[in-house]
């Protein structure tokens, strides 16, 4: 897997975390909030770090429902694999192939951006993200 996340999806930095787009993009916008210092459980937030971070979350949830069209947005927390705080947002769009499906059930190829696709979706996300969008 490499480097995770990736520092050429860097999106955005939010104060309390920083917003990547993820490696995989065969859901467009997905969109990945990892929290900047180690923590594994949101209850070992203070309570104004739960709030300002699902504030967070919120924001790039809209930003990406604006400018992708989405149905649905998907929030995943898990940290099974990854035990540090960081939110998946990702956009359901209304031609999704298994829209009942979390995307971890959806079998597909990863799809990966490169060159200027990956430059024009980070382009859009950030100015989405800036209010711009």
Same mark, same amino acid.
Do not use: C
């Given at each position: 897997?490499?480097?995770?996340? *990736?520092?050429? #999806? =860097? !999106?955005?930095?939010? @104060?309390?975390?920083?917003? +990547?787009? $993820?490696?995989?993009q065969?859901?467009?916008g997905?969109?990945?909030?990892?929290? #900047?210092?180690h923590?594994?459980?949101? =209850?070992? !937030?203070?309570?104004?770090?739960?709030?300002?971070?699902?504030?967070?979350?919120?924001?790039?949830?809209?930003?990406? =429902?604006?400018?992708? #069209?989405a &149905? &649905?947005?998907? +929030?995943?927390?898990? @940290?099974?694999?990854?035990?540090h705080? $960081?939110? #998946?947002?990702i956009?359901?769009?209304?031609?999704?192939?298994?829209?009942?499906?979390?995307?971890? *059930?959806v079998?597909?190829?990863?799809v $990966?951006?490169?060159g200027?696709?990956?430059?024009?979706?980070i382009d859009?996300?950030r100015?989405?993200?800036?209010g &711009?969008?």
């Amino acid at each position: 897997m490499g480097t995770w996340p *990736r520092p050429d #999806h =860097f !999106l955005e930095d939010l @104060g309390l975390s920083k917003a +990547y787009l $993820h490696e995989d993009q065969f859901f467009p916008g997905w969109t990945v909030l990892v929290f #900047h210092r180690h923590v594994t459980e949101l =209850f070992q !937030l203070a309570p104004p770090e739960r709030v300002q971070l699902i504030e967070d979350v919120s924001r790039v949830a809209g930003a990406l =429902f604006e400018i992708y #069209h989405a &149905k &649905k947005i998907n +929030y995943e927390l898990l @940290g099974n694999q990854l035990p540090h705080i $960081h939110w #998946h947002v990702i956009p359901r769009l209304p031609n999704d192939p298994a829209p009942l499906e979390p995307v971890w *059930r959806v079998p597909h190829t990863p799809v $990966h951006l490169t060159g200027v696709t990956l430059q024009h979706t980070i382009d859009r996300v950030r100015s989405a993200l800036r209010g &711009k969008g």
